[in-house]
């Protein structure tokens, strides 16, 4: 019988098909499932109208046999196959199929780059069956047609089309198995647990049974009696025909029929994950691009190789069909925490990482999920702070850190999901803040450190707490770059006490420790010279402090956080930076009198003793390292 060839173009996508070493074979059952659930659905359609056709709904299945001895998988369908014409046409032109028309759309040059690629990234329909078979015959009956047509092809030569003899309406795919070769076990395909799990995998929501053989260890009785007269029992395999796929996906189902104790019981099987999640979100959408989608927003962070927890993302479905595992295109980095399922008819099953990107449908998806999961976490904050508290302990850096991204895109679609540790001793949003400020503060104010616990004990903040102004503890490196994006909050700017200017005092206060600075010139230049340190620029008084003698602040760009920061940073060159330090005295303070003392009485000797131990004191209370911990202990033991 003579070869009809395929058209140019499949015959080259074809053969790249055949030889591509793509990993992803097992893709090949996903799609032909697909066909045969599509095909079912439009006899189903068919019989709504036309009493001939003589099924019900519940007598459609896609049925899956293998042939282990002739290497051979057959999926069947009771659908509403095709016709001589339809199968040439459909099976003998791959330029139909969604993956080639993209091609179509690509520059002859990127096309030929991307060949291999787009093979592994697309669902290829009908001919990814190459990718694993070495013949393919497709025995099929058109709905109302009185024969059957046989078309058969070993690939990219070409295929023959005859006439045949099929008693019912549908289709059976045989997929002739590729002999094994050293980089794949293409005979792996032929076990059913293999398969089964195939069907879990990408087809378990398809709408139609999909039923196997399976086969079962029994125990059933012999015959025989033992001694006792209790019948002998052994062990046999009974098969027996089973649907393998569950159907109805859960986020498919009515919120009335599924609860959410369900959905969660779902989430922690799928995820592995033993912690129940923080939120549950069920979405029904319909509009200019309708889904169904079940966000989960987990308990725990899980996103770790250890707990071989699933990939990052949402899982995409197309009609109950898995179409990306791990879509991380859905949402932002910022929500990427998120765990569940987007189902869309509207989406294709064509549809690679590198179009999702410019794909309108997923783009308003992913932009409504994002309001959906930013108003759940703001309904828990404000219901229930302790759990959103523990979220921002799992997840809150990822938010901080979109807050930072792209040059501030979306810091205002995400402030209000910000909180930090406060002077009020818990955790609070800027709207909290800025909403419990008293009338005469005008600024946000923070302090930060390696921990809250050194933050709060920085002693430049106790004159900002006893004006009854709340303080925002820091403790993480991006928390200053996010103020610093945020600029200001409902107007407010934000104040480093440690740092900045607080604003508290007067014109004529200022002047007033200006000219004290000045008078004190003498033993302030002292202290600076008898301490020694060259990246101590500056011995001054302040007013910021209240019982603390003295504190340590930095001049120019590179502050102390700065330089603590990088203390643990790979680079030696870099964890040598110090900032320029200033030490600030409080003049009214007995150590600070002492030292004053010391130096008017001409006891030198005692005040640079004296000035060298409030400067390592400063920097410890800083959390700056100390240059000399020895020297610094010998000083204080001197005075005993
Ligand atoms: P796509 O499904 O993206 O259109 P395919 O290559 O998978 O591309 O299939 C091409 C066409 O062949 C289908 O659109 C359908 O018309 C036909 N077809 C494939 N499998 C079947 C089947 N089991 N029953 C009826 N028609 C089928």
Known sequence: MAKKQFKAESKRLLDLMIN???????????????????????????????????????????????????RTITVSDNGIGMSQEEAEKNLGVIAKSGSFKFKNDMSAEEAEKDDISIIGQFGVGFYSAFMVSDKVTVITKKYGEEKGVKWESTGADGYTVTECDKYKPGTDVIM??????????????????????????????????????????????????????????????????????????????????????????????TNRDQTDPAAVLRINAEGVVSYKAMLFIPGKDIDNAISGATKKGVKLYCNGVLIMEDCDKLLHDYF?????????????????????????????????????????????M???????????????????????????????????????????????????????????????????????????????????????????????????????????????????VLTEDLGFQTEEEKKAAEEKVVENKEVLDFIRDSIGDEKLKQVTLSSKLVSSACCLTSTGGFTLEMEKY?????????????????????????????????????????????????????????????EDPTAYADLVCSLF
Not at 336 to 361: C, K, M, T, W, Y
Request: one cysteine or more; glycine letters at 4%.
């Open 336 to 380: 990427e925490f998120a765990r569940g399922v987007v189902d869309s008819p509207d989406l294709s099953l064509n549809i690679s990482r590198e179009i999702l990107q410019h794909n309108r449908q997923l783009k308003v998806i992913g932009q409504n999920l994002e309001k959906k999961i930013k108003a759940e976490l703001e309904k828990m």
């Open 176 to 269: 002739h198995i590729k002999e094994d070769t050293e980089e794949e076990i293409y005979g792996s395909f032929l076990e059913i647990w293999k398969l089964k799990a195939l069907v879990k995998k990408y087809s378990d929501y398809v709408r139609w049974p999909i039923v196997m053989d399976i086969t079962r260890q029994e125990q059933q009785p012999t015959g025989e009696e033992d001694a006792d007269g209790k019948p002998i029992m052994h062990t046999v395999n009974v098969t027996s025909p089973e649907t393998v796929n569950s159907m109805v996906p859960i986020w498919q189902r009515a919120k009335t029929e599924v609860t959410d104790e369900e959905c969660v019981e779902w989430y922690k099987e």
């Open 20 to 70: 591509s070493i793509y990993t992803n074979k097992e893709i090949f059952l996903r799609e032909i499932i697909s066909n045969a659930s599509d095909a079912i659905d439009k006899l189903c359609y068919i019989s709504l109208t036309d009493d001939k056709v003589g099924l019900d709904r519940a007598d459609y299945r896609i049925r899956i046999t293998v042939d282990k001895d002739a």
């Open 382 to 496: 404000r219901d229930d702070r302790p759990k959103y508290e523990t979220f921002w302990k799992n997840f809150g850096i990822h938010i901080k850190c979109g807050v930072c991204d792209e040059y501030g895109r979306y810091t205002d679609f995400l402030k209000d999901l910000l909180i930090f540790y406060t002077s009020e001793e818990s955790m609070r949003s800027l709207k909290e803040y800025v909403d419990t400020m008293p009338e005469s503060q005008k600024a946000i104010y923070y302090a930060s450190a390696d921990t809250v616990k050194h933050a709060m004990a920085l002693p430049q903040c106790e004159e900002v707490r006893s004006r009854g102004y709340e303080i925002l503890y820091l403790d993480h490196p991006i928390d200053e770059t996010v103020l610093m994006q945020l600029r200001n909050y409902e107007g407010k700017g934000f104040v480093n």
């Open 566 to 626: 990088f203390r643990n940073v790979p680079s030696e060159e870099m964890r040598k930076l110090r900032a320029d330090r200033v030490l600030e005295l409080n003049a009214e303070h007995p150590a600070c009198l002492a030292i004053k003392k010391a130096y008017d009485d001409g006891d030198k000797d005692k005040a640079a003793t004296l000035s060298k131990i409030l400067y390592a004191q400063s920097e410890l209370i800083a959390g700056v390292e100390i």
